[in-house]
């Protein structure tokens, strides 16, 4: 005869450690705590210093972008649009674009960065 495995045990009838604080409105009593706000302008990878946005033809490219998205096109199409014409540039000026044209974070500024850029790149060389 087979045999059933052992159970288990329980375990949310195990006992938690947490301290419960016997004055929370204490709590409530005390001041918030002050947030730093972001800086609302794109800087560099390390945050050192602000990318300037003002070049004219970085400016066209974010307003092409942000007309794409309006269209309801896709923020990869924006991101596109926006590398393909400063794609010389450096790379924290186009991520900084990418965010602003194409309403990305930055985090998907950066993945949109490096994939377009593979992108240019295979299709700059010549077919075999």
Same mark, same amino acid.
């Given at each position: 005869?087979? *045999?059933?495995?052992? *159970? *288990?045990?329980?375990? /949310? ?5 947490? %301290? ?13 705590? %002050? ?10 990878? !390390? $945050? ?8 004219? !033809?970085? %400016?066209?490219?974010?307003? +092409? $972008?942000?007309?794409?998205? +309006?269209? $309801? +096109? /896709? *923020? #990869? &199409?924006?991101?596109?649009?926006? =590398? ?22 930055? @985090?998907?500024?950066?993945? =949109? ?5 593979? @992108?240019? #790149?295979? &299709?700059?060389?010549?077919? +075999?």
């Amino acid at each position: 005869m087979r *045999k059933s495995p052992p *159970k *288990k045990p329980n375990r /949310s009838a195990k006992t938690s450690n947490v %301290q419960v604080d016997p004055n929370p409105v204490e709590i409530l009593n005390e001041q918030p705590v %002050q947030v730093e706000e972001k800086n609302p302008l794109p800087t560099d990878q !390390h $945050g050192e210093k602000p990318v300037n946005l003002d070049q004219p !033809h970085v %400016q066209v490219a974010i307003s +092409r $972008g942000q007309e794409l998205i +309006r269209e $309801g +096109r /896709s *923020k #990869a &199409d924006a991101a596109r649009v926006i =590398y393909d014409l400063i794609k010389d540039e450096e790379k924290e000026l186009v991520v900084a674009a990418f965010i602003s044209g194409a309403t990305l974070t930055a @985090k998907g500024a950066m993945t =949109y960065w490096y994939n377009c850029r593979r @992108k240019s #790149a295979k &299709d700059s060389k010549p077919n +075999r």
